[in-house]
């Protein structure tokens, strides 16, 4: 009876461990291991195609404007945190968006919460001021996270803000002078 329990205790702790919400400090920061990577699915919502498609995307953007945006997608985030805090908790630990310009930006899917944002860095917030991002996530992201389909909907919002930061009017503004 003991032995029993004590397997049973065992797979409760081994599940509550599994389905607890992701912090800060357990999320993956897979641009450090891979400088080609900008997506971290830890939680493996988004597909293998999906990922590689994003990292292409901001890659060319990367390149073009300097500009460093990041897809995060994850099950869930500590109550503790909105949305919008737990990005720039991300992006300031992360480092993300060059140091004299501030040009990163988080896009952050919590599908538990059924949330998007949309976090860009100081540098950054003259292109995507918060009535450009809520209507990114509006009119891009939100028609595909309704049919369940967080690929198309992580890919239409992410190509919106790439358009954003490759307008040559905001070459000068993004373009940072570290390379």
């Not at 065992?10 to 599994?18: G, K, M, R, T, Y």
């Not at 912090?23 to 993956?28: E, K």
Request: a negative charge; proline letters at 6%.
């Amino acid at each position: 009876m003991k032995r029993h329990f004590l397997i049973l205790l065992v797979c409760l702790i081994s599940l509550c461990a599994i389905c607890a919400p992701t912090d800060i400090d357990n999320v993956p920061n897979v641009h450090v291991a891979d400088s080609t990577r900008f997506v971290s699915n830890p939680d493996n919502i988004l597909s293998q195609a999906c990922v590689d498609s994003l990292d292409a995307m901001i890659s060319h953007t990367w390149k073009a404007t300097s500009a460093e945006p990041v897809v995060i997608a994850l099950s869930d985030i500590p109550e503790k945190y909105e949305l919008i805090d737990f990005a720039v908790a991300l992006g300031e630990k992360w480092g993300v968006g060059k140091a004299d310009k501030d040009n990163g930006v988080i896009i952050l899917l919590v599908t538990d919460r059924r949330k998007i944002t949309i976090a860009p860095g100081k540098g950054a917030e003259g292109v995507l001021p918060d009535i450009v991002c809520n209507r990114i996530i509006r009119d891009d992201a939100i028609p595909y996270f309704r049919q369940g389909d967080y690929d198309g909907g992580i890919m239409a919002a992410t190509a919106a803000v790439c358009r954003v930061l490759t307008d040559p009017r905001y070459a000068e503004e993004l373009r940072s002078a570290i390379p």
